[in-house]
């Protein structure tokens, strides 16, 4: 089982809609959580830091449910901009706080 | 705004050359990575440096060495190539010192392939 496993989808979705991506992680000593956006062909970039008691940033909320080792990620209003790759980050303790990558989240919105 | 630079951005070796992805920042940081990434695959880490002088081996160390030159510059180093090691590498930094960090920045990647 991966430590970090994402839907790859592709999610295709209409300009305006809501689009949620789930991901679960396997090490429930697993600390941080966190978002990070990957346009095609273009390197990672932070997101969204994802905290315990949820959070929000414009558009988008994140939310962590550490009972069943969970993260989502909710955009509402989707943009054409936002036509991506989401990648879900976890901060492992156990392996000296290694950052571990899912594999990805295609999502791409059309007009 | 130089942030994250790695070169070069393309490359073709055959199996067995050997070349040298460069890899420097300007934002003082601490700790510095090389990760590569594949099609399905998460990004994995091949080699990190928590500090000037340090350098320890990640998830996918075979066939790569580093070099942490200064605080600012993190080369990689292929001595014999493999078409295994056809990927899309990216040079990151952090400012936190070691693997227990928050935010990463990316260099724009490499994308090597070894015929």
């Known amino acids: 089982r991966k430590e970090v496993e994402q839907d790859p989808g592709p999610f295709n979705v209409p300009e305006g809609a809501t689009v949620a991506f789930n991901c679960t992680y396997s090490?429930?000593?697993?600390?941080?959580f966190f978002w990070y956006r990957q346009d095609c062909r273009k390197e990672p970039k932070l997101l969204m830091s994802?905290?315990?008691s949820g959070n929000e940033d414009g558009r988008f909320t994140a939310q962590l449910n550490r009972a069943s080792q969970y993260i989502s990620l909710l955009i509402r209003d989707s943009k054409l901009s936002d036509s991506a790759t989401y990648l879900c980050?976890?901060?492992?303790?156990?392996?000296?706080?290694?950052?571990?990558f899912g594999q990805g989240t295609e999502l791409s919105v059309k007009p | 705004n130089a942030g994250v630079t790695q070169t070069p951005k393309f490359q073709v070796l055959k199996t067995g050359q050997s070349m040298t992805l460069q890899c420097a920042q300007d934002?003082?940081?601490?700790?510095m990575y090389w990760y590569r990434q594949d099609p399905g695959m998460g990004l994995r880490l091949i080699y990190y440096?928590?500090?000037?002088?340090?350098?320890d081996k990640g998830e996918v160390p075979n066939g790569y060495n580093v070099s942490r030159l200064n605080k600012r510059e993190f080369s990689l180093r292929l001595e014999s190539a493999a078409p295994s090691q056809t990927s899309v590498y990216f040079c990151?930094?952090?400012?936190?010192?070691?693997?227990?960090?928050?935010?990463?920045?990316f260099g724009s990647g490499t994308q090597l392939s070894v015929l």
């Open positions: 990151a930094s952090s400012e936190a010192q070691g693997l227990t960090n928050e935010k990463l920045f």
């Open positions: 090490n429930s000593a697993s600390q941080s």
């Open positions: 980050v976890v901060n492992n303790l156990n392996q000296g706080g290694k950052l571990i």
């Open positions: 440096s928590a500090s000037e002088g340090t350098t």
């Open positions: 934002m003082n940081h601490n700790s």
């Open positions: 994802v905290y315990s």
